[in-house]
């Protein structure tokens, strides 16, 4: 018996044997054995008493739950002795790889996943919504616009992403919405979103909006009779509530000009940062609330935001630092950090291209990088042993690195440099010969597997890894996937110093999906003397876009502009490379 059979669940059985009616379904079984299956996984779920010591001690009795004959009881007692199935495993060779994670999205049912999977190359819930933002899904048999919409109504549920919250990036489309359309009653500099939304978190719980304005009435008016609106959850004189078809809620606030200021700092939060000032405010007896910076019954500012800060003896505090993490300390000690800004980025350090699994080719890519006036681009495509994303062997990347000499010999204003996103092995070794890593201009490597290592083992896996003389970045280091995948365990201190010591940078990546690093371990990494990279993780020219998020993260994670390196222009880049240090 395996060390871990005796721990094997009823929940257990019930998951091996639903995945298995999910895999039947797929690849269009008889509708009698996928429906066995299925009831065998509803009835075990539900069995009073444990199955494995029954399985164990007493097989034959395992007949006696409903829907449960010799051959289904068979297979509970090989998953309960070697805790796994083999029936599984060959189904699974034989699906479409990510079918499954696909199902559980509501709407996608066999055919549909299958259509994802092998039509569309679509593996994961992120590659879904990737396709889904781009527009790629309505060509396909059974989608179209609506579908598509609604898919990306589904991965923005909280349910989705747990914790009643959505994705910012998900949320922005909706703000810049309701903002545009209330501009027909209130100047554009008079609105703004405040809340978590300003502050860039990574997720949001709902929409504060606000709105300076002396007709409060037609501002709500107007809010309320917004086309989106599901619910107008409450509406009173300068303030009401809608719900929007997607599920986010909506807040609106309408503040009179003279407390435009206070208002905007009150909402933005956050609640801890807030109540710091306040207590600054205290000691010099004011007081600050959302109409007004106050001497007793006198109000002495609040029409401008500054107001707030100027009132405590305080500088500017940007919102993304407002978390009350050391920023009021550090605005009193005059050492805030100056931020970096999208504008000082001069590349983008991670893209795919269709060599792997982007969805746009190796040129198309550049001339999309070079329109918006980057002076370098990375194509990272990824290694072999990443399968579902078609990964190059050491053949296709030198193929591809003559290819880029080509393209480079007819770009005018970049250069995309030849890079790989290479796996790391569960040893702490990488899935590419080190020729190849050689060759490359900038190597990144990241985990792609083997998640749920001890945080001893993971931490030895990644500092192996880091000290290969040819990497230069570690790739999404956590391996987050917001809402649905914890980061992975590892010792950052420990990972930090041999970053340090190996001349390795560490990545935010500004997919929305993970913005990885979060912003805590950023700032921990950049205290303990790390560089960083933000790359987009592009997989087609559309997701070049997506940068700015990760500036938004690093911002949170008080990265100034020395601390990223593709803030540098190409020359100051390649000294930091394996070819050039």
């Known amino acids: 018996m395996s060390p871990g059979a005796s721990r094997v669940e009823n929940a257990e059985v019930a998951r091996i044997f639903r995945e298995v009616a999910e895999l039947l379904d797929i690849q269009g079984a008889n509708a009698f054995r996928i429906r066995a299956y299925r009831n065998a996984a509803r009835a075990i779920e539900e069995w009073p008493a444990p199955i494995g010591p029954m399985a164990r001690k007493q097989p034959a009795q395992l007949t006696d739950i409903p829907g449960i004959g010799a051959d289904l009881a068979g297979k509970i007692g090989e998953i309960v002795k070697t805790g796994r199935l083999h029936l599984l495993a060959e189904l699974a060779r034989a699906s479409p790889r990510g079918a499954v994670e696909l199902l559980r999205v509501p709407g996608i049912g066999p055919r549909r996943a299958r259509v994802l999977a092998e039509d569309a190359g679509v593996r994961t819930l992120e590659g879904l919504a990737r396709a889904a933002r781009a527009g790629r899904l309505r060509g396909l048999p059974g989608f179209g616009a609506r579908s598509e919409q609604a898919i990306l109504r589904h991965l923005a549920q909280p349910a989705a992403l747990g914790d009643h919250r959505m994705l910012r990036a998900t949320a922005v489309p909706y703000a810049q919405a ?37 007709t409060p009435k037609r501002v709500v008016e107007r809010f309320t009779s917004y086309p989106g609106v599901v619910e107008v959850m409450a509406r009173g004189a300068t303030r009401a509530a809608i719900r929007l078809a997607s599920g986010l809620q909506v807040d609106l606030r309408v503040l009179a000009p003279a407390c435009w200021g206070a208002g905007l700092y009150y909402f933005t939060g956050s609640k801890a940062h807030n109540i710091a000032v306040r207590k600054l405010a205290a000691a010099r007896g004011l007081k600050v609330n959302e109409y007004g910076v106050w001497r007793g019954a006198r109000q002495v500012g609040g029409a401008r935001e500054q107001d707030v800060f100027d009132a405590v003896g305080l500088p500017w505090i940007p919102p993304e630092l ?121 190597v990144l490597v990241a985990i792609h597997s083997k998640f749920e290592l001890p945080a001893r083992e993971q931490t030895r896996r990644v500092v192996m890894a880091l000290s290969h003389p040819s990497v230069d970045v570690f790739a999404h280091p956590t391996g987050r996937a917001i809402g649905r995948r914890a980061p992975v365990a590892f010792d950052l201190a420990a990972v930090v110093r041999a970053a340090l010591e190996h001349g390795v940078m560490l990545e935010v990546n500004a997919q929305p999906e993970r913005l990885d690093l979060d912003d805590v371990r950023c700032r921990a990494a950049i205290e303990g003397g790390a560089r960083i990279t933000i790359g987009s993780d592009a997989h087609s020219t559309d997701e070049l876009a997506l940068l700015p998020f990760g500036v938004d993260q690093a911002r949170r994670g008080w990265a100034r502009q020395a601390d990223v390196a593709n803030t540098r222009p190409l020359a100051g880049l390649l000294k930091l490379l394996h070819g050039g240090r």
Do not use: W
């Open 178 to 214: 309701l903002v545009e359309h209330l501009r027909a009653v209130a100047p554009a500099r008079a609105i703004e979103v405040a809340g978590s939304y300003r502050r860039r978190r990574d997720t949001v719980g709902d929409l504060d909006l606000l709105v300076a304005s002396d």
């Open 322 to 442: 407002r978390e009350d993490r050391g920023e009021i300390e550090a605005a009193q000690a005059g050492t805030l950090p100056r931020l970096v800004e999208a504008k000082d980025l001069r590349g983008d350090l991670q893209c795919h291209s269709t060599d792997s699994d982007g969805h746009d080719t190796l040129e198309t890519m550049a001339r999309a990088a070079e329109e918006r006036g980057y002076a370098y681009l990375a194509i990272t495509d990824h290694s072999p042993s990443v399968r579902v994303a078609q990964g190059l062997d050491r053949r296709g990347f030198l193929a591809q690195m003559r290819r880029i000499d080509r393209l480079n010999a007819k770009l005018k204003t970049l250069t995309v440099l030849k890079g790989a996103e290479v796996d790391i092995h569960a040893d702490g070794t990488l899935d590419l010969d080190d020729d190849t890593l050689a060759a490359l201009d900038i």
